[in-house]
């Protein structure tokens, strides 16, 4: 998504509706809440963190990207995310030295795949900056436009062409091999019918990882229209970030068909803020959620669209998607962040987490009562504290109105058994504005929890 986009995931979403698979409606109204009880394994708290990227337009000379970087960069820094997404540029050097890690989008118009590789080795030098290369940005919308073509070949057949030498090349030569390689993203919704233009498997030999581009922001119409939550088509019409990648996985069984069984990476994803988009409020709710939401379905990195707005201009939409406002003053979903990433960094060596004994049993009033939207996920760092995010994954906006209607469902009870002894547990909260308190929780075996729309984490340390 940039400046010249004039075909948004959420218009070519509802206009391209289809019938839904008799199979997946069966399995929609065949939902039971299950018991959660497991020995459940967890995973790196450090990994997760350094799943989060942003993406940033460095390029960009008439926002703040180019007139104001300094104070960008800070901002970044004090975010505490360690990937952007953006093209080859001067400023990766400096980024790398701050500890920022550039994944780098390339086309063939900037060069053949072996010139790509020896300009991304130039960067690379004396820091190694570039950790991925990414193929061509929504080429579905972009080659046409741009007159793009690779071996006199236009999309899609150029695009797997271009994206098939430019893993060869790297994989090559022993000083890029390393570096990750990312699939091209296709920028258009397809049916399940057709699939992905770039076809089933065609490039699963040719990436590291996947990538897609799953903007919650549209719905999702690939689903069993049903009400829920004061929606009359509660997932054709919700928002939450886990609208098309959980329940109903239209962008997994449909954008990730290209790739095989290679981890996605989701390039873009994200929420406008603009008078038509959805609030600041829900913003902050929805953004820490969507970084869980997407770890927790295994996708590799997530990069959030963007890190700042554009423009100061409220009724453009392209302008709006920033975790921080155009005067860098910062939303609750970038307060809400930094804390989230400060609570559960723990940089160092690679460690093999263990496993907590536990289960968790949910007591929700009668009109919410989908207990399986109860989400959660299990983060260890390596002194053995296990953090426990658990959250109410539901949509707090009705995209079927403009703009989006805003809804405030109760807090869910839910009572968290622990059978591994714990010695102490702590809660932390995120309030609207992003803001983190802290309590000491007293028991140590059996907690009883009001669990938000918000990500609540608790802290658990082992006896």
């Not at 005067?327 to 962040?337: C, E, F, G, I």
Request: contains cysteine; glycine residues 6%; aromatic residues 10%.
């Amino acid at each position: 998504m940039n400046k010249q986009r004039l075909i948004t995931i959420a218009t070519i979403t509802l206009l391209c509706i289809l019938a839904v698979p008799i199979w997946q409606e069966m399995r929609s109204n065949n939902l039971q809440a299950a018991p959660n009880t497991n020995v459940e394994t967890a995973k790196s708290a450090d990994a997760f963190v350094d799943s989060m990227g942003v993406v940033t337009h460095w390029g960009y000379p008439d926002t703040p990207y180019g007139f104001k970087y300094e104070e960008v960069k800070q901002k970044l820094v004090e975010l505490g995310i360690r990937h952007v997404r953006d093209t080859l540029s001067p400023r990766i050097q400096d980024l790398a030295a701050v500890g920022i890690k550039s994944q780098v989008g390339v086309q063939p118009n900037e060069g053949t795949p072996t010139q790509l590789k020896d300009n991304i080795k130039a960067a690379n030098k004396p820091i190694a900056a570039i950790d991925s290369v990414e193929g061509p940005n929504e080429p579905d919308i972009f080659w046409e436009g741009n007159k793009i073509t690779y071996q006199n070949q236009g999309f899609p057949e150029g695009v797997k062409a271009f994206q098939k030498d430019l893993f060869t090349t790297f994989k090559n030569d022993p000083e890029t091999q390393n570096i990750i390689i990312i699939g091209p993203a296709v920028g258009k919704s397809y049916g399940y019918d057709t699939g992905s233009p770039l076809g089933n498997n065609t490039l699963t030999n040719y990436v590291d990882w996947g990538a897609f581009h799953p903007y919650p922001g549209g719905g999702n119409p690939f689903s069993a229209p049903f009400p829920y939550n004061t929606i009359e088509k509660y997932f054709w019409h919700g928002n939450f970030p886990a609208v098309n990648i959980d329940e109903w996985p239209y962008a997994f069984e449909v954008l990730a068909r290209p790739f095989g069984n290679k981890p996605m990476a989701a390039t873009e994803t994200g929420y406008n803020t603009s008078k038509n988009g959805i609030s600041e409020r829900m913003h902050g709710k929805y953004i820490p959620r969507l970084y869980l939401e997407y770890f927790r379905k295994g996708i590799a990195r997530t990069m959030n669209y963007e890190l700042l707005d554009e423009w100061n201009d409220p009724d453009n939409r392209e302008a709006n998607f920033g975790l921080l406002r155009n005067d860098l003053s910062p939303k609750p979903a970038y307060t809400a962040l930094k804390n989230v990433i400060n609570l559960l960094k723990d940089p160092g060596a690679n460690f093999k987490p263990g496993s907590l004994d536990y289960s968790i049993s949910v007591n929700p009033p009668p009109e919410y009562d989908r207990t399986q939207y109860i989400h959660h996920l299990l983060l260890q760092k390596q002194n053995g504290t296990f953090y426990l995010a658990i959250w109410h994954e539901i949509s707090n906006g009705d995209i079927s109105s403009t703009p989006v209607r805003e809804i405030t469902p109760p807090d869910i009870p839910v009572t968290i058994t622990l059978k591994t002894p714990i010695k102490d547990v702590i809660s932390y909260s995120l309030d609207d504005n992003g803001n983190m308190s802290s309590q000491p929780i007293s028991s140590t075996s059996t907690i009883n929890l009001n669990v938000p729309d918000k990500a609540l984490i608790l802290a658990l340390n082992p006896q």
